[in-house]
């Protein structure tokens, strides 16, 4: 199976920056659409942010946009999450995610599109 591994998360301040990483096991990552989720306690998981297999297209919660940014690393099969001017409400457990995406160049939003997930890495913002 493919493996997953978030990194980046911490306790940080308002208005601070975080950078989350996800490394992908195997050689097929460049087939893969790659997504952010999140989850906070008492709250549904939802999207953050996602990618497309090449990079090219990208799409955001509207809370993330002009704040976070997704890209990815083909070569180092890593995807990012770099976020800036925090806030408490982004408070929450940070799931990176794979899809297997081998015909279209496209972004995903529903996590039952997702075949693969890391194990999460919590990211708390204090005001």
């Known amino acids: 199976q493919v493996h997953l591994v978030e990194s980046g998360g911490g306790l940080v301040q308002a208005g601070d920056s975080l950078r989350l990483s996800c490394t992908t096991s195997?050689?097929?990552?460049?087939?893969?659409?790659m997504g952010w989720f999140r989850q906070a306690p008492g709250k549904e998981r939802e999207l953050v942010a996602a990618?497309?297999?090449?990079?090219?297209?990208?799409n955001y919660v509207d809370s993330a946009k002009g704040r976070f940014t997704i890209s990815r690393d083909n070569a180092e099969n890593t995807v990012y999450l770099q976020m800036n001017s925090l806030k408490p409400e982004d408070t929450a457990v940070y799931y990176c995610?794979?899809?297997?995406?081998?015909?279209?160049?496209?972004?995903?939003?529903?996590?039952?599109?997702?075949?693969?997930w890391g194990q999460g890495t919590q990211v708390t913002v204090s005001s």
């Open positions: 995610a794979a899809k297997i995406a081998s015909y279209s160049d496209t972004y995903y939003t529903y996590s039952l599109h997702y075949h693969y």
């Open positions: 195997g050689r097929t990552f460049s087939s893969y659409a």
């Open positions: 990618i497309s297999k090449s990079g090219s297209i990208t």
